[in-house]
């Protein structure tokens, strides 16, 4: 049995049966679960999110990769293996830590290589609809 503190334990069970309450504290964890789980975060927080020379390099490292003209290995071809589902979805299945990868990268690359960014835009989003659409979605994680 779950041990809460006892108005809350009285109201939940007034209100759910023990499964329900379980479910309920669990759902937290789903989005956890959920995320990209063979992209390491650290190196999206450690390098993209607080070295700025280190994110420039890596901004062109991965772009690279994600084009094919660079080599394509280590988080790299991971991150590429994702890209096409994340601009479909606006990163639905990133962590939060991802998410703000995401747009970091994506934000850079537009912003400070337009050249690559235009390579990137005839590839990825050929529309011009997906980059504008994950923007909006993950908005909150600048």
């Known amino acids: 049995m779950i041990t809460l503190h006892p108005p809350f334990q009285c109201f939940l069970l007034l209100h759910f049966s023990e499964t329900t309450m379980k479910i309920l504290l669990l759902l937290p964890l789903l989005g956890v679960a959920l ?39 280590g988080f790299n071809a991971v991150a ?22 995401a747009v970091k990268f994506l934000k850079s690359l537009k912003n400070d290589y337009p050249d690559l960014w235009a390579k990137f835009e005839k590839r990825y989003d050929p529309d011009r609809t997906k980059y504008d659409n994950m923007l909006k979605v993950l908005s909150g994680f600048n």
Do not use: M, W
């Open 35 to 73: 995320a990209y789980t063979d992209v390491n975060d650290n190196i999206v927080s450690g390098t993209l999110l607080q070295d700025p020379a280190k994110a420039r390099k890596e901004t062109q490292e991965l772009t690279a990769c994600l084009l094919d003209e660079g080599p394509c290995d």
């Open 80 to 101: 590429k293996t994702h890209v096409v589902q994340s601009l479909a979805d606006g990163c639905a299945e990133c962590d939060i830590v991802q998410k703000r990868g």
